[in-house]
């Protein structure tokens, strides 16, 4: 698994646009990059994953520059509830059906 | 459909005691991995099971063991229970077998909180 590295927390303001960028230098060529959110006392949620260009859902964008060793969780106007712990994960479990997760980004929302 | 469920949400034990952990993953999932989650050490993967065999295995000791039933549920236990074993614990299922980070979703139950005295 490739390591990451995110900013342990940063702070918002409703509705403000959130990016959160996670730096992935040793991102192997069939790596995918994928994002989860974890709320206080629930299990994390799946959010987005991509493998290069952008990719957009209904919650968030992600953008994955040519050289793939850095990605930009994008999250649209913020709202109170999206204060969680975001986790940026790169790399391949090798079926193994492992997750590994690093300390995550908090995000708290201010309103 | 239904997600993963977890039983009990909240159980206070004491250190030596025994406890058993249930989670019912969502319907036609196959695949159920188990996490330990703690302010100290974050999320730490404890075993996989598909199919009722368990194909991985995370660094923790022998007092904690699962097993996976013919209808996909899944059960973990830990034995002879330490302080250090309070956290909350999380099941995940996916559908098939496979690389959670290639497009094989991992969906997270809401946990157990364990708490040992």
């Known amino acids: 698994l490739a390591k990451t590295t995110q900013p342990i927390s940063m702070d918002s303001y409703e509705g403000q646009e959130v990016n959160i960028t996670c730096s992935h230098n040793?991102?192997?060529?069939?790596?995918?990059i994928t994002w989860y959110q974890q709320f206080p006392s629930q299990g994390p949620r799946f959010i987005i994953q991509?493998?290069?260009t952008k990719v957009t859902n209904e919650v968030a964008s992600l953008f994955i520059p040519a050289d793939r060793k850095s990605s930009t969780l994008s999250l649209p106007r913020v709202s109170l509830s999206d204060t969680a712990v975001y986790y940026c994960?790169?790399?391949?479990?090798?079926?193994?059906?492992?997750?590994?997760f690093g300390q995550g980004t908090t995000l708290q929302v201010k309103p | 459909k239904a997600g993963v469920t977890q039983t009990p949400r909240y159980l206070i034990k004491t250190r030596g005691q025994q406890v058993t952990l249930s989670c019912s993953p969502i319907?036609?999932?196959?695949?159920v991995s188990w996490y330990q989650q703690t302010p100290g050490q974050g999320l730490q993967f404890l075993f996989e099971?598909?199919?009722?065999?368990?194909?991985n295995k995370g660094n923790f000791p022998g007092r904690f063991s699962g097993r996976q039933f013919s209808n996909s549920r899944s059960e973990m236990n830990v034995s002879t229970l330490e302080l250090g074993d309070s956290a909350l614990y999380l099941c995940?299922?996916?559908?098939?077998?496979?690389?959670?980070?290639?497009?094989?979703?991992?969906?997270f139950g809401p946990g157990t909180r364990l708490t040992v005295l």
């Open positions: 099971y598909f199919s009722e065999t368990q194909r």
């Open positions: 994960l790169v790399g391949s479990s090798g079926n193994t059906g492992k997750l590994i």
């Open positions: 991509g493998y290069k």
């Open positions: 040793n991102i192997a060529t069939n790596d995918y």
């Open positions: 995940a299922s996916s559908s098939r077998r496979g690389d959670p980070l290639q497009g094989n979703e991992q969906f």
């Open positions: 319907s036609g999932h196959r695949s």
